[in-house]
């Protein structure tokens, strides 16, 4: 955990230091610095690929680095889409449809002065998707390599032109892209080969540098003036990241104004913060907050009827009343709303007596309860209130006959738990029989069809609980093959309708990802997305 003790020692040597400082450069320089108070209890990996999930990516992700298919986070007021990143064009080969062809950016340097060309991306494609090679590091590896599951090979064409070939037809992959981050080969040679050093002394081609790490302390990005994007540069100086894994603390560093924003305000502190003039901004989140099932033989979540009292035994109202309305009722693992959405005929209410007829069906009640154990994170970006909620889903569910034990770990530790699948010694060899875990649903991919498709069981991908249905398997197959964004819609409608009907998951609530500002700052742009672009935030 993070040593809280330290933070007030360590804010106030910077409030002492920091007047004076300015009072002396006042007229030539005026540094803008923005702190932001991060629900995590470490700062995510610096190297390329962050650490600790989808949120991380926000943090020490596109903030130090580019990818070469982007995605647009600068935008609140409808959802992103794909844009050019360090590729400026990429097309699918009309011959092959598996071969993809990327034309490179011109003239975008990475932070040591070395020049972004093809090479550049054929090492950081070995970096996490070849053992064999000199600079392969494991720890990027296992956090990209379940993200970017088509790639089969890869070549150099010329100086700015790199070809991707990819498994199967897969006309969802430019959506895998925007999570594979480039690093800089030149700084890892420079650093004597060594990952580690790298981590302090990183080099991307990002919108900020890295200027000084401290782990599970503090994180100071500083404006690159050389970013080849001159429409994304950083309108602040310098963003310190500050982990504040504990929500009262986080929500007490602003009032106290150590941080100058925080992410997750504990809901009963929001009406708090409001009279105390700080902002709450809160967005759509293509975000879901589930239960994950292992549908495997033996689990106590095999049979339909127990998956289905599940999702009736939940008043989802009572949890958004809970999070103080920071949240939205889950009908599926998307928004109705969304065109993916379908027409499921199983619809999530709260229905406490239609949940105790199915687990009577099953051979259960309150008196013989099902026992079943569910891994979760304490907390972290994502997870919401991840304790309180999990507790009133533990009571909820005993109204109905199951009865919840819960294994609590840090938010990387359920993340080894999650990558490694079901069958793995530390889920199924521990009684572990479903996994709590925030998941983006923003596109086809991240969202659907990642979660339904049998060739993505572990190791292959995060098909946690080994879902397999052959029908569902031939429809991603149409999806994969179809270019067309209409007949996509289409199919991966059919394939929601059918994760809904079969109760694959305990959907619970859908994220709206609240921040706090402080009055001084300005230009925070929340995306709806868990990508998040703070180049706009200014002070």
Known sequence: MHHLSTLPKL?????VAVPFALALHASAFAETVARYGISMADIPLTT?????GAGAYQFTGHTIYDPLVAWESNIGTRPG???AGLASSWKVDPKDNK???????????FHDGSEFKADAVIWNLDKVLNDKSPQFDAKQSAQVRPRIPSIA???KVDEYTVEITTKTVDALFPYQL???????????EKLGRDWNKFASQPSG???????????RERADLIKNAGYWDKNRMAQTDRIVLIPIPDALTRSNALLSGQVDLIESPPPDVVPQLKSAGFKLVTNITPHVWPYHFSTQPGSPWADIRVRKAANLAIDRDGIVKLMNGLAIPAKGQVDTTSPWFGKPTFKLTYDIAAARALMAQAGYSQAKPLKAKVIIAQGGTGQMLSLPMNEYIQQSLAEVGIQLEFEVVELETLYLHWRSGIKADMNAGKGISAINLGYVTSDPFYGITRFVDSRAIAPNGV??????????DALIDQIKTSFDPKVQDGLLAQVHQTMVDEALMLWVVHDVNPHALSPKVKGFIQAQHWFQDLTTLKM
């Open 48 to 52: 390329g690929q962050p650490d600790r």
């Open 205 to 215: 081609t990002g919108p900020f540098k890295l200027d000084k790490l401290v782990p």
């Open 99 to 109: 071969k993809w062809t990327f034309t490179l950016r011109k003239g975008a340097l």
């Open 463 to 472: 098909n946690w609980g080994g879902y397999n249905n052959p029908k569902v």
């Open 11 to 15: 804010f106030s040597r910077c409030l």
């Open 178 to 188: 925007p999570w594979f981050l480039i690093s800089s080969p030149a700084q890892w």
């Open 81 to 83: 889409k794909l844009i």
């Open 153 to 155: 090979t890869y070549a």
